[in-house]
């Protein structure tokens, strides 16, 4: 199962489609306990056939940017519209991945989003699982996806 692919088309397709943005996917990477600085995410758990998480990444500057382009609205701090819009795009980016993931999306479960801001923070899944991280570019500037599933037997 390529995670990769599902991360870049569903990444895409959402910019693309509500957004209204286009974004450019940059060379997926595998890393581990990847520390935020200064960013918003929005995270989604997986549980039932595939168990792990979704996460978007974004720097403050870049969260505003998707938010203003998401609200049609001008957002010039982070605040509550910023947190929900992130959440949102996390949201979507789970029901996509949840359709790639499964033949018909039903025996995969998801949580509702939660959304993290700050100067520093590690996010990381509880259990064994396989990682991609992926950048996209934007003309406003870089963020990532993240896409943990439990590792397979």
């Known amino acids: 199962m390529d995670l990769a ?11 693309e489609t509500m957004i ?6 940059g060379e997926p990477s ?12 929005g995270m989604i758990g997986l549980a039932g056939l595939f168990k792990g998480m979704i996460a ?3 720097p403050d500057e870049v969260a505003k940017s998707i938010t203003s382009s998401f609200l049609g609205m001008d957002v010039d ?26 033949q018909n999306g ?4 998801l949580s509702i ?9 590690t996010i990381s ?12 570019t934007m003309e406003q500037g870089k963020f990532v996806v993240e896409l943990q599933v439990e590792k397979q037997e």
């Open 30 to 41: 595998r890393e581990n306990g990847q520390k935020h600085y200064c960013t918003v995410s």
């Open 5 to 15: 692919k599902i991360i870049a088309d569903a990444t895409q397709e959402i910019f």
């Open 20 to 25: 209204m943005v286009e974004v450019t996917p």
């Open 106 to 109: 039903k025996d995969i479960t």
């Open 125 to 136: 899944c509880a259990i064994d699982t396989d990682r991609v991280v992926m950048p996209f």
């Open 56 to 58: 978007i990444h974004a």
């Open 113 to 121: 989003p939660s959304t993290i801001s700050g100067e520093e923070y």
């Open 77 to 102: 701090e982070v605040n509550e519209d910023v947190t929900d819009a992130i959440g949102e795009l996390a949201n979507m980016l789970a029901g996509n991945a949840k359709m790639a993931l499964s």
